[in-house]
């Protein structure tokens, strides 16, 4: 695979060219549009990136649990290379960030064990011209819509990057099973408990040290996903997801809310 | 068999040596969370994997003699034939009666999961819990149930750490701002489970299948006493059993759910599960103005 | 993360008066413990109009059906709609009772469960008991139940209007038959089936006039969020269900107060707006 920051298709630094000519193409809803404009920020173009990824095999072993640093590893370069991919083109429009960042996996059926990686945002950039880039010299990224976008805002919190982290675990099929047959109790496996356990710590930990690098203060919006993928019900991908924020000022001016009774349905 | 784990995985004892915090908390909670003056300090979570699964009992009924004993102290009620016929097809007896160790597993597994999750509270120096959400999911195909309960676990600010156990709530955000302004200070979450077989017999087998006309010498409709009277327990069991737990304390933002399975004909579980925040009230309500009523344009 | 600056400080007190009452040993609870499924915001909107919550309450009930009420006839099917209304009338007076002796004079917010089968209709009703702060207890007979949302009950009130009631209507029929001859003649042409229209408008009708009755014997003057429930039965395609519900009002003071909404543009996107509990 080639260095991904430099290899953009053609047709992308077409459209690319396009957008700096002043127009902004944008997923957000008008909504969103009216409240990232609230709190000074322009968008400036739907940016995306993509990676399809042969996901290597693993063999697992029947009556262990474990995790498989093999396919681990694969989902996340793959998602990595997919994000890179997304902020190379918001650089490229002179963005600050990015919001609104979804991350997909697709499967095709001509590829086998492949699997394809997609982000897309919307860039923005700061109105104000002083730049928002994150620690790390690049445009931030998030997976906040608009509105928890101007709120963030408002606690005086600026998105870093949208962290992650994952780990692919092999649960085992039977091996407890057999000595509780006897005692027809329901009683605790420590076993699972613990390899459930510290699958879904791992991958925080990964997400955290991202945001550690990152310099943030803080991960906010975390979510916990479980996918089996294609690999059956006894290998799980827990993927932890959130976008890391740091302090920009220590002023809250979120205006206390408004006691209302909507009429409508 | 080992030990169940007490102490915290090291993987966790990592994440918690890192500076920065990290919040399940969507951004409107988080935002509400900093106005309170309570400050997120770390996701903290906790499980619990259990056997499950083996325990359904068909055995212990059958179409014995005699009706079942019942377990150690559960509720149980007995139904007896009125129309004096001994037959094989015949159901004589009826029973309803409390599946505790279904009960005792399920309250070992959530308590479990629970402690395990204040203790990495405790771990991170905090003084309550919020926005706790509880899921217990079968593992596949293992025979496996898993009790996951995970939270954002808050300090509040510039107030000194304590030795007492964190309070916890499944609120956050605005509605855990209003429950403080209401004059309630979250507790605990507290959740109760009751199980409760259904053996029918002959009258409720005859009414349930629709022929129970013939047998009261009348057509028409009737009330199924058993089965009304399960039903009506098992929400009874879980409400009286939250009610132990209260001391006192509301009970707010209950959930309630039955849900019901049949074995076989004529062969009914029932389960009822009542979860809510355990609140106590520290000063007394003094009630906000009629909200303005809005109607949007959009 | 150092020290936030502005935002609520009376929030913040409260909150720091909440945790230090805690904290205290011998905080004895100052009230009675009360136990509801209402939101927060649920409680705040009673409590503007002096009401609060009590107890959660249920009732529960299960009729059979006489066996082969549902093999293919020809009008009502009687047994079924009996066995309906009866449940419903025997959940409600459970519900009712169970709220008196809570000392509630209502209850709000009521999910119902109904759950019809060839040989049985199962009733559940579970809600949450609420007064006016303070009151004392009433007569089983004379609590309201509703399956409206506490928010639904405040702004009734403030409009000086009261529920009576739930008012139901149920009625079960059988789809008619068509000849044989009548099938292949109409096969290629585009007709009305007044037989069908008619047997369905009747029994749709029918039921509509049940929950009528009802409204009419508790004295209400309009039934508000009626819903119509209707369709083939899942174990019988030939026979057809319809039930209606609604709450039973009427206007408790001398006239209806306006209660004068004001607009407001929300900006926030239905599809987008999640809490915690998308999480996991």
Known sequence: ?265 | MDEPPRDLPEAAQRRFAQGAFSSGLSVSDFAACLEMGLEPVGLVQGFCAMHWGAFTRTGVMGRGVTPFAGAQGGWVRNYQCPHGMVSAEHRAWGQNYEQTWIEDAWREGFNSAYVRMMEEAQELGAHGVVGVIDTENPLSDTGVMEFHLRGTAVKLLDAPSTAQTPWSTFLAGQRLAKVFEAGYAPVSIVTSVASIRVWAYCVTEYLMEGTGGAWAGAVGTFEVDQIVNAQTKVRDLARARVRATLHGDSLHGANMSVSQREYAKGDLELQSRLSGNRVRRFKDFDPLPVAQPTVRLS | MSAIRPGDAHLRDEVRRALAFLETPSSAPATAAMTSDLSIDEELNLHSISWEPVELVSGISLFSIPYGYWNWGQGEIVAASEAHSQAFATATSRIQSETAKAGGHGVVGMHIERAIHPTHVEISLVGTAVRPVGAAAINGTHIFTSDLSARDFTVLMVAGWEPLGLATGASFVFAPRRSMGAVIQQQSQNVELTNFTEAMYSAREAAMERMQRDALAMKGTGVVDVKVLEGPMHFASHAVGFVALGTVVRLAKATHQPIKPITVVSLNDLAVGFDAQTLG
């Open chain 1, 1 to 265: 695979m080639s260095n991904p920051n430099t290899d953009l298709p053609q047709a992308t630094e077409h459209r690319l060219e396009e957008l700096e000519k002043g127009l902004f193409t944008s997923d957000l809803s008008v909504n969103e549009f009216l409240l990232i404009k609230e709190v000074g920020f322009h968008p400036l173009g739907f940016v995306m990136g993509s990676s399809i990824y042969h996901t290597g095999i693993q063999t697992r072993k029947w009556g262990q649990s474990q995790e498989l640093t093999k396919l681990t590893e694969a989902m996340y370069n793959a998602r990595e290379l997919a994000m890179t991919r997304m902020e190379e083109e918001a650089a490229e429009l002179g963005a600050d960030g990015v919001v609104g960042v979804r991350l997909d996996v697709n499967y095709y059926e001509w590829g086998k064990d492949a699997a394809e990686f997609i982000a897309v945002g919307t860039a923005v950039k700061a109105e104000d011209g002083v730049s928002r880039l994150n620690q790390l010299g690049k445009p931030f990224t998030s997976d906040l819509s608009g509105q928890d976008f101007w709120t963030l805002r408002q606690t005086g919190y600026l998105p870093q990057g949208l962290v992650m982290g994952t780990c692919v675990y092999h649960i085992a099929h039977r091996g407890i099973g057999q000595t509780l047959g006897t005692t027809g109790q329901n009683v605790e496996l420590p076993n699972f408990t613990q390899a459930l356990y510290e699958a879904r710590e791992l991958a925080m930990t990964r997400m955290q040290d991202e945001a550690t690098r990152l310099g943030a203060s803080g991960i906010v919006g975390v979510r916990l996903e479980e996918k089996s993928h294609q690999w059956g019900s006894h290998t799980i991908e827990f993927l932890a997801l959130g976008t890391a924020v740091t302090k920009t000022s220590d002023d809250i001016t979120l205006a206390k809310p408004t006691t209302i009774i909507s009429l409508d349905n």
